[in-house]
């Protein structure tokens, strides 16, 4: 990642993503080291594919994983863009 970027230019943040303080303070980092957010990459994901009887996808194992997938970081971070 660092390979031709000067150091000014890399910010390397960890934490829980999935805790709404720690997207506030991820955030807040990367805003005070380069002035703004342009572009957000969001490389978390997880899921269960838990099915029915029937072998179809319960409504509510997709909901959660489109939650915690998608919904959840594209709805907090999208005020910052």
Do not use: C, P
């Not at 943040?13 to 980092?29: A, C, M, P, R």
């Not at 994901?45 to 509510?60: H, I, K, V």
């Not at 994983?65 to 919904?71: I, L, Q, R, S």
């Amino acid at each position: 990642m660092r390979v031709g970027a000067r150091d000014r230019d890399v910010l390397e943040l960890l934490g829980d993503i999935t805790v709404e303080s720690v997207q506030d303070e991820l955030i807040g980092e990367t805003v005070e080291q380069f002035g703004k957010l342009d572009i957000l990459v969001n490389n978390h994901g997880g899921g269960e594919f838990e099915r029915d009887e029937n072998g179809n996808l319960r409504m509510a194992v997709y909901d959660s994983v489109m939650n915690t997938n998608f919904k959840r970081y594209a709805l907090h971070y999208i005020s910052y863009l």
